[in-house]
């Protein structure tokens, strides 16, 4: 009985063995998993067979599923979408923090503000969480207040380490804010800001980043950013720069 993955063998075993857990890593991408039995024509006693059993695939968490973006037009506008096929996701959202925008979800259907399976509502538009269930999560973006631009995006798996939120104020053009989160795996950090102005966001294993150096970069045009991921072990470092203009912000790293 032999196993292979992408046509090379991995394991094989013969004569009569007890059942045996096995487990393999796989990249990201498409793979071919292919288990054979070879009899041979010499001997013939036992059950002259192979067995499997309980084939599982757990796939690794930090993969990006979606993003999704847009804007909110004011007070008790909002935004659904939808994702299947992961148990776990975590899902984030940055939005405008002149206004005060919050996260919902619900496994089977739609969310609304008084029926959800998770809930985001700082006074930040800073959002996430992760939770755990199974068919189609839908993902709602709310506006508690105000109206603006936001960015949301939807991860496999639960986070190993969490920074917890960080916010403040960039005075202007240069500013910065640099925090750090220890742990081992794919690295993110996420930072809502304020609409008008422009600020990005680098990140960096075990130094601080700066905007020549940097492992991963957020550095559209909007105020809202993901970088990531990047992946490592040690110190990661997240940094919150004003490529233009002023304002509150609020930032979390994850590492998967």
């Not at 013969?14 to 288990?35: A, C, E, F, L, R």
């Not at 403040?168 to 304020?194: E, Q, R, V």
Request: aromatic share 14%; net charge negative; with cysteine.
């Amino acid at each position: 009985m032999e196993f292979y993955i992408d046509g090379v063998r991995q394991d094989r075993i013969s004569g009569n063995v007890d059942w045996q857990q096995k487990s393999y890593s796989i990249s990201s991408g498409s793979h071919t998993v292919k288990w054979r039995y070879m009899k041979d024509g010499s001997v013939n006693s036992g059950s002259d067979c192979g067995w499997l059993d309980k084939v599982e695939f757990t796939p690794s968490g930090g993969d990006l599923i979606t993003s999704k973006s847009g804007t909110l037009s004011g007070t008790g506008n909002s935004y659904t979408f939808s994702v299947s096929g992961y148990s776990t996701v975590t899902v984030v959202m940055a939005g405008n923090e002149n206004a005060d925008f919050d996260l919902y979800a619900k496994w089977g259907s739609p969310p609304t503000t008084s029926s959800y399976d998770a809930i985001g509502y700082s006074s930040t538009s800073l959002e996430y969480f992760t939770t755990s269930g199974s068919g189609t999560l839908y993902i709602m973006v709310h506006s508690y207040s105000g109206s603006g631009n936001w960015k949301c995006w939807a991860l496999s798996g639960s986070p190993g380490a969490n920074s917890g939120r960080k916010s403040g104020t960039l005075s202007g053009t240069g500013a910065t804010a640099t925090y750090s989160l220890s742990g081992s795996g794919k690295g993110y950090a996420f930072n809502s800001g304020p609409d008008g102005s422009d600020f990005d966001l680098y990140t960096k294993w075990n130094s601080p980043p700066t905007t020549s150096s940097y492992d991963a970069c957020g550095y559209s045009s909007w105020a809202q950013e993901i970088a990531g991921p990047a992946s490592g072990s040690g110190t990661l470092y997240f940094m919150v720069r004003s490529y233009s203009g002023s304002g509150e912000y609020a930032t979390v790293a994850l590492i998967f």
